[in-house]
T-cell receptor
Framework: QKEVEQDPGPLSVPEGAIVSLNCTYSNSAFQYFMWYRQYSRKGPELLMYTYSSGNKEDGRFTAQVDKSSKYISLFIRDSQPSDSATYLCAMRGLGAGSYQLTFGKGTKLSVIP | EAGVAQSPRYKIIEKRQSVAFWCNPISGHATLYWYQQILGQGPKLLIQFQNNGVVDDSQLPKDRFSAERLKGVDSTLKIQPAKLEDSAVYLC????????????FGPGTRLTVL
């Protein structure tokens, strides 16, 4: 079992839809949970991160972490064609020796105008 | 603020040849990372530098891969000899310090080994 599992999609939605992206993980030591966005032929860029369990909102984006279920989600409201990209979850532990990020495979999202 | 620069952007070589990639991180960033991203996969860390010292190279195939960061600024990743399975995008990233959740990625070098 991989440490981080993420459905690669592809996921295609109409403009304005609510998008839900998810990852599951097996390592209970993970404490920081990140979502990166990667446009085609570009490097990933950080969207947002959360520490431990809970929710975090940034504009149209909401990240949720449920450590009891080892399940994280990213919600995109009012999706736009410019949101079309691959979304990578990433996570790491706490403290020296745990700084390495473990990435999921990424979910490719297309928002259709 | 200038981003992470990488060159070349694309490289095609035959197996058993050698290849080198160059990375210039964001000015002032102490930590530099090299990742390998195979098509359809997430990035996998190959090596991490803190200034000019290696802090994590546990996933670097040391029989064929090498990397250096002389003077703690730019860095070079080399593959010698290349194998077909090395075909991937090689991403360089930097961050101000170790343990930063935000890493700033360059555009990557797309390597094709024939």
């Amino acid at each position: 079992q991989k440490e981080v599992e993420q459905d690669p999609g592809p996921l295609s939605v109409p403009e304005g839809a609510i998008v839900s992206l998810n990852c599951t993980y097996s390592n209970s030591a993970f404490q920081y949970f990140m979502w990166y966005r990667q446009y085609s032929r570009k490097g990933p860029e950080l969207l947002m991160y959360t520490y431990s369990s809970g929710n975090k909102e940034d504009g149209r984006f909401t990240a949720q972490v449920d450590k009891s279920s080892k399940y994280i989600s990213l919600f995109i409201r009012d999706s736009q064609p410019s949101d079309s990209a691959t979304y990578l979850c990433a996570m790491r532990g706490l403290g020296a020796g745990s700084y390495q990020l473990t990435f999921g495979k990424g979910t490719k999202l297309s928002v259709i105008p | 603020e200038a981003g992470v620069a990488q060159s070349p952007r694309y490289k095609i070589i035959e197996k058993r040849q050698s290849v080198a990639f160059w990375c210039n991180p964001i000015s002032g960033h102490a930590t530099l990372y090299w990742y390998q991203q195979i098509l359809g996969q997430g990035p996998k860390l190959l090596i991490q530098f803190q200034n000019n010292g290696v802090v994590d190279d546990s996933q670097l195939p040391k029989d064929r891969f090498s990397a250096e960061r002389l003077k703690g600024v730019d860095s070079t990743l080399k593959i010698q000899p290349a194998k077909l399975e090395d075909s991937a995008v090689y991403l360089c990233a930097s961050s101000p310090n170790r343990g930063d959740n935000e890493q700033f990625f360059g555009p990557g070098t797309r390597l094709t080994v024939l």
